[in-house]
């Protein structure tokens, strides 16, 4: 499940390539807001049908997001959508960004202007959000210690190979990568951004 159709179309050709049975794989591209999903196959492409409707829904063991969750700010309903979405005991396994603490508004522009990220929780506020939605066994981790050096590394690699960047990218794409990586290790390193890796199931 992708909220966006590249990813979809790259997950099905990358099952394709790896011989994996197309019977047993399927793929959609589903807005976890509303949950309506634009399935290619076996409708026309661009036909709306409700995800947890649809014939080819199937309740989830496990759901795993990955630097998602980070772009949507109605946590709320995300996360009442997964609720549904996964079956009595079913699993799932978040990272994602949070603060330690308020932040400085210059920070909350450089999040929503330049990494997309509209809202930054605390590990309280994360914790309150999942509960709510009705989940138990909410597990939190810090992962910052791994993460900012890792950020700082991308960020130096990207520049220091500039030129290659330039000749297969464009000015344009290497400026704008340049100013999200570096955005991005001055908050980790700074203080000011942290990562986290959360646990959590629905009830049996």
């Known amino acids: 499940v992708s909220t966006q159709s590249t990813g979809v179309n790259g997950a099905r050709e990358l099952s394709e390539r790896a011989g994996l049975p197309q019977n047993k794989t399927r793929f959609h591209c589903v807005n976890w807001l509303d949950f309506k999903t634009f399935t290619p196959e076996p409708a026309e492409p661009g036909a709306e049908e409700d995800f947890l409707a ?9 759901l795993i997001s990955i630097l998602a969750i980070l772009h949507i700010p109605e946590r709320e309903v995300v996360f ?7 079956k009595p005991g079913g699993s799932c396994f978040i990272e994602d960004f949070y603060c330690l603490d308020s932040i400085p508004q210059e920070t909350v522009h450089k999040l929503e202007s330049i990494v997309g990220c509209p809202f930054l929780p605390t590990q309280a506020q994360w914790t309150e959000t999942l509960e709510n939605a009705g989940f ?6 810090s992962v910052t210690d791994k993460w900012a050096p890792w950020v700082f590394e991308r960020a130096q690699d990207w520049k220091s190979n500039q030129q290659r960047h330039l000749r ?4 344009e ?12 290790s001055s908050l980790f390193n700074g203080g000011s951004l942290s990562g986290c890796q959360i646990t959590f199931q629905r009830p049996k």
């Open 54 to 62: 649809s014939p080819h829904f199937k309740p989830f063991d496990h």
């Open 80 to 86: 009442q959508n997964v609720f549904n979405a996964l």
């Open 136 to 141: 138990a066994n909410v597990h939190f981790e």
């Open 168 to 171: 297969v990218h464009g000015e």
């Open 173 to 184: 794409i290497y400026h704008r990568m340049e100013e999200f990586y570096t955005t991005i």
